[in-house]
């Protein structure tokens, strides 16, 4: 195990090698709320000062054709037929970004292939949204040349672009908000309310004197664990919303009550793919309470009550039924972090650790040597280069 060091050369001057326009975009890590976004929740996610980089040059021989490298020696290519979908993983994902972006004329009818290079400094099992750093990256190169690229809503356009072609394309169940903070957020905290799609800034909690950590069993690989019960819990959110016709489940008065009462009637009446009255009762119930927590956590950054703040993020959640590493998580805690949590519930075995500054150097080579470190400093939002 070990501590996570910078390669020496930027992915910037890494993918430049390659011809074409070329964007960058940072990795992001969540504070709070990563699992609220379809019950119209509140979730808070900050930038990292790891980035990828991507370079996309036009072709016209109906070749999609994409080539990634990843910081511990990860490499990836695929050549892809313009108009064949193919069967899943990073090949899917990125074809489809590609084709979503020409659906909603942000890339032109008349693309008819790409070159695609990603270089990589964010390491994939961090919790630090490797591959959406490469999504928004991808998806502002190929989109440099819109007059608007720098907009807030052009910019809130492409996020929503990106989080829809990885739900769409992809079998990783998708957090939007890493999408919107790599693409708008800044140096502090983004407070992203899924109630009315704003995005707003927070302090860092660097400024509560604290360095904040991954600390992860393994890097390089993706976390699928709970990927199926994730695309339940959201179906079973969906599909709440669609019978009480309302946006998200937030503005729903007695949202746990009244979603026990809708599926008791639907078993009743014979549906068998209606989940268990209690199961639903437990994630309305974690998703409200977690909405709670997160606007209770943006308060407390925003008024600077250090104690209050980690307070909130060391509390309990409400049962979740997803896989979580709440053992790390106490090891954290017990060799001196003043808060830990997981770095994505359900979505990574990774924890984030904030420790004070005058023991952040000891705390990040004690955990080095038995798992994965790697220092989170904040970032800026993704940007064109050159």
């Known amino acids: 195990m070990a501590l996570f060091e910078t390669p020496s050369k930027s992915p910037v001057e890494r ?5 074409g326009r070329v964007a960058s975009a940072p990795g992001t890590w969540v504070l ?14 900050g930038t990292a000062s790891l980035r990828a980089a991507a370079s996309v040059h036009p072709r016209s021989d109906g070749v999609i054709s994409i080539a990634a490298n ?3 020696g990860q490499e990836f290519k695929a050549q892809l037929p313009y108009d064949d979908q193919p069967a899943d993983g990073l090949a899917r994902r990125w074809w489809g970004l590609v084709h979503t972006l020409v659906q909603r004329q942000v890339l032109s009818r008349d693309t008819a292939g790409v070159d695609i290079t990603v270089e990589s400094d964010v390491p994939v099992g961090a919790g630090l949204g490797a591959l959406y750093a490469a999504d928004a990256a991808i998806a502002l190169a190929l989109a440099g040349e819109h007059d608007d690229v720098d907009t807030a809503p052009f910019r809130a356009r492409l996020a929503e672009i990106c989080s829809h072609a990885v ?3 992809s079998s990783l169940p998708v957090l939007r908000a890493r999408h919107s903070v790599a693409l708008r957020g800044a140096e502090g905290v983004s407070v992203v309310d899924y109630a009315d799609g704003s995005l707003t800034q927070a302090p860092h909690p660097s400024r509560h004197g604290v360095r904040v950590f991954s600390v992860s069993q393994e890097l390089g690989v993706p976390f699928t664990q709970s990927r199926e019960a994730i695309a339940e819990r959201r179906a079973f959110i969906d599909a709440a919303c669609s019978n009480f016709g309302v946006s998200s489940l ?3 008065p007695d949202a746990p009550g009244r979603a026990v009462q809708w599926v008791e009637a639907r078993r009743a009446a014979g ?7 209690e199961a639903a009762r437990r994630w309305v119930t974690f998703c409200e309470s977690e909405t ?7 308060k407390a950054l925003r008024s600077r009550r250090a104690n209050e703040l980690f307070t909130l993020l060391n509390s309990p959640s409400e049962a979740h039924d997803l896989a979580s590493p709440d053992a790390l998580v106490a090891l954290a805690r017990k060799r001196g972090a003043v808060a830990a949590r997981p770095a994505a519930i359900g979505t990574s075995d990774a924890v984030i650790a904030f420790e004070p500054v005058q023991e952040a150097d000891a705390f990040a080579a004690t955990m080095a040597r038995e798992f994965e470190v790697v220092e989170v400093a904040a970032g800026e939002p993704a940007r064109l280069e050159g």
Do not use: C
């Open 32 to 45: 709070i709320g990563e699992n609220v976004d379809h019950f119209g929740g509140v979730t808070l996610a």
């Open 250 to 252: 937030r503005q729903l």
């Open 271 to 277: 549906d068998s793919d209606a989940p268990e009255p």
């Open 167 to 169: 739900a769409t394309y």
């Open 70 to 72: 990843g910081p511990l």
């Open 15 to 19: 993918v430049s090698a390659a011809s």
């Open 292 to 298: 709670l927590r997160s606007l209770a956590a943006a």
